[in-house]
């Protein structure tokens, strides 16, 4: 006996909505990565290799590994909640936008600082240009998850015909 079980388009849709998400999350880690190789807020010291701090060390190349793997998740959470309303650009852009400064907020100046150690919620050099990058994350995301989904759901009207 065979029991046959309904899901809602919308349930049904989270797993597509999770993988354009996590490509979106490297798109936008990738463009984060740069900005936070190139800045030194803090006595010629890379951004990238603070991030390598978490896991007690300055190697750069672990820093990317650590970044993008957040950056990664963070993209697949943001396809699980704002998937349906991201598929066109500008509203993309706003929730990406305020996707990354609530990932600043979450991350950068609440969780990082607090597993090394240092002051929570501080405004210094390090966290506005660490502002900057999780804004850049953000608007790279949500521009790549609405090309992403607009890119699909092109390939899919030509298989539906």
Do not use: K
């Amino acid at each position: 006996m065979t029991t046959a079980m309904h899901v809602s388009p919308r349930i049904a849709v989270i797993p597509v909505h999770a993988i354009w998400g996590a490509a979106a999350g490297l798109v936008g880690g990738v463009g984060m990565g740069i900005w936070m190789s190139v800045s030194r807020p803090m006595a010629d010291t890379a951004m990238i290799t603070m991030v390598a701090g978490l896991l007690g060390t300055t190697n750069a190349f672990a820093g990317w590994l650590i970044h993008l793997s957040i950056a990664v998740f963070a993209g697949t959470t943001f396809g699980v909640l704002f998937g349906q309303f991201a598929q066109r650009l500008a509203p993309a852009l706003v929730l990406g936008l305020a996707y990354g400064a609530a990932w600043w907020l979450l991350g950068a100046l609440w969780i990082m600082p607090a597993n090394m150690g240092m002051p929570v919620f501080d405004w210094n050099e390090v966290t506005a240009s660490s502002l900057g990058a999780h804004l850049v994350f953000g608007l790279l995301a949500g521009a790549a998850f609405s090309c992403i989904a607009l890119t699909a759901g092109r390939r899919t009207d030509r298989t539906t015909r």
